[in-house]
């Protein structure tokens, strides 16, 4: 199964993002998405487990939960976008998700992709949305396969 992850579009997708997630099965959205058109724009792609952000407002936050668990291809993933943490970290999410054996955040906005104790998989994909904090945008792809490690990368994004 290959993964899109994205994270704080704020209602704005990069272009790029298509071409990106153009053979994804899953998209995986870490919050502040910023408007439900991009859920549709995303959905048109593959299906999409969205969470909500700090920045989301009500008619984010009344469909989609803050915390989203599910298991695919026998890995236990979970989302969130991490503001409820502060500043998250992975050390952080881990903690506050441990029986996860991968876990996707955002809200930061720079991009990570870390093991941590050898087999939990955290990534951050950066913001994929108008570029801030002079950090370039970016998205994660995350290749699943039952009973290997996750494979994954970040992917910059041109401006």
Do not use: C
Not at 39 to 60: C, K, M, R, S
Not at 96 to 112: K, M, N, Q, S
Request: charged content about 20%; glycine content about 10%.
């Amino acid at each position: 199964m290959r993964l899109g992850i994205i994270s704080d579009t704020h209602g704005k997708l990069q272009p790029q993002v298509f071409d990106v997630f153009s053979r994804v099965d899953r998209i995986l959205h870490a919050g502040d998405v910023g408007s439900a058109d991009i859920l549709t724009e995303l959905e048109a792609l593959a299906p999409v487990i969205a969470v909500y952000g700090n920045v989301d407002g009500f008619e984010l936050r009344s469909r989609l939960p803050q915390v989203a668990e599910l298991e695919l291809d026998g890995f236990l993933v979970t989302v969130t976008h991490g503001d409820q943490f502060g500043s998250p970290t992975p050390a952080g999410v881990w903690a506050a998700f441990p029986d996860a054996e991968i876990i996707v955040y955002g809200h930061t906005h720079r991009p990570l992709l870390e093991m941590v104790d050898r087999t939990v998989t955290i990534m951050n994909p950066g913001s994929a949305g108008p570029p801030r904090f002079n950090i370039k945008p970016s998205v994660g792809i995350m290749e699943l396969e039952p009973g290997i490690p996750p494979r994954a990368r970040l992917v910059t994004l041109q401006r």
